[in-house]
T-cell receptor, first 116, second 112 residues
């Protein structure tokens, strides 16, 4: 597709369940980013990938969060044993290259996660 | 810690006037500066970016960068109600050249 694609667009689940969020970046974009945005708040950086590698995982809120990227394309963000504070919009973005000046990030429509 | 500061607003501007949005940043080594617009319930969309001191114009939008004073601004001429949104400033480069450092955004309201 032409843009960043995220699925599902909405996810409602019970506390304690695991969830998996998917991001398909723009074709040819090697860098991929995950953010979280709570209602009325700014963007919280979670993790980035250059290719399949994620050198810096310090932005992940807890060890319940993990992310992977295979084949240098699709990425999944997994949240285990979900808590109510995990409720937020999870945004994925991609850019042509990592660390290159003037390479803007392009966002998907996000996954709205609600933990009951 | 690298910071990007924006006035949260809301900034209320009458239709047809110029809206001025400001952003300051702490990392003097920052190289690229981005403005995104985010409508309520939507994801951020890129408006424009700037990396050289001075002004950069794109239609009704002008980005202004002053690296010595470490601020970047966005001017919106002939403001329209459809410009009502939250505007996010993001800064790239310096020590954290692999990611954007985001401001919390300024909510802009254009009153008809």
């Amino acid at each position: 597709g032409a843009g960043v694609s995220q699925s599902p667009s909405n996810k409602v689940t019970e506390k304690g369940k695991d969830v998996e969020l998917r991001c398909d970046p723009i074709s040819g974009h090697t860098a991929l980013y995950w953010y979280r945005q709570s209602l009325g708040q700014g963007l919280e950086f979670l993790i980035y990938f250059q290719g399949n590698s994620a050198p810096d995982k310090s932005g992940l809120p807890s060890d319940r969060f993990s992310a992977e990227r295979t084949g240098g394309s699709v990425s999944t963000l997994t949240i285990q044993r979900t808590q109510q504070e995990d409720s937020a919009v999870y945004l994925c973005a991609s850019s042509l290259a990592l660390g290159a000046s003037n390479q803007p990030q392009h966002f998907g429509d996000g996954t709205r996660l609600s933990i009951l | 810690q690298k910071e990007v500061e924006q006035n949260s607003g809301p900034l209320s501007v009458p239709e047809g006037a110029i809206a001025s949005l400001n952003c300051t940043y702490s990392d003097r080594g920052s190289q690229s500066f981005f403005w995104y617009r985010q409508y309520s319930g939507k994801s951020p969309e890129l408006i424009m970016f700037i990396y050289s001191n001075g002004d950069k114009e794109d239609g009704r939008f002008t980005a202004q960068l002053n690296k010595a004073s470490q601020y970047v601004s966005l001017l919106i001429r002939d403001s329209q109600p459809s410009d009502s949104a939250t505007y996010l400033c993001a800064v790239q480069g310096g020590d954290s050249n692999y990611q954007l450092i985001w401001g919390a955004g300024t909510k802009l309201i254009i009153k008809p």
